[in-house]
Nanobody
Framework: QVQLVESGGGLVQPGGSLRLSCAAS????????MSWYRQPPGKERELVAA????????NYADSVKGRFTISRDNAKNTVYLQMNSLKAEDTAVYYC???????????????WGQGTQVTVSS
């Protein structure tokens, strides 16, 4: 059974930091592109950061560059999102995503976590 379990969300003041974790199970974690998405209130889900299976070059949304860092530990089947200098506009539900291109039939295999709430407010 595939599971992605996020943790580490909560309420933080502007300028503060949080570290999100996503523990994966039920699939070969090291073979998947791992990403963090977020969905602010009343808005669509958007990509925040992504890291390939090799742990190589990462990709960030312009709005979080220089403040957020994605990392992964393939030995622990876990992906992290370190969030610094948080702003009110970072308030959202943050989702963990695992993706891999299908070897048969085309397209992508996607798994999603249940999400964790991050609220930035004074």
């Amino acid at each position: 059974q595939v599971q992605l379990v996020e943790s580490g969300g909560g309420l933080v003041q502007p300028g503060g930091s949080l570290r999100l974790s996503c523990a994966a199970s039920g699939f070969t974690f090291s073979m998947y592109l791992m990403s963090w998405y977020r969905q602010p209130p009343g808005k669509e889900r958007e990509l925040v950061a992504a890291m390939p299976s090799s742990g190589g070059s990462t990709n960030y949304a312009d709005s979080v560059k220089g403040r957020f860092t994605i990392s992964r530990d393939n030995a622990k089947n876990t992906v992290y999102l370190q969030m610094n200098s948080l702003k009110a506009e970072d308030t959202a539900v943050y989702y963990c995503n695992a993706a891999r291109r299908r070897t048969v039939g085309g397209g992508w295999q996607n798994y999603w976590g249940q999400g964790t709430q991050v609220t930035v407010s004074s």
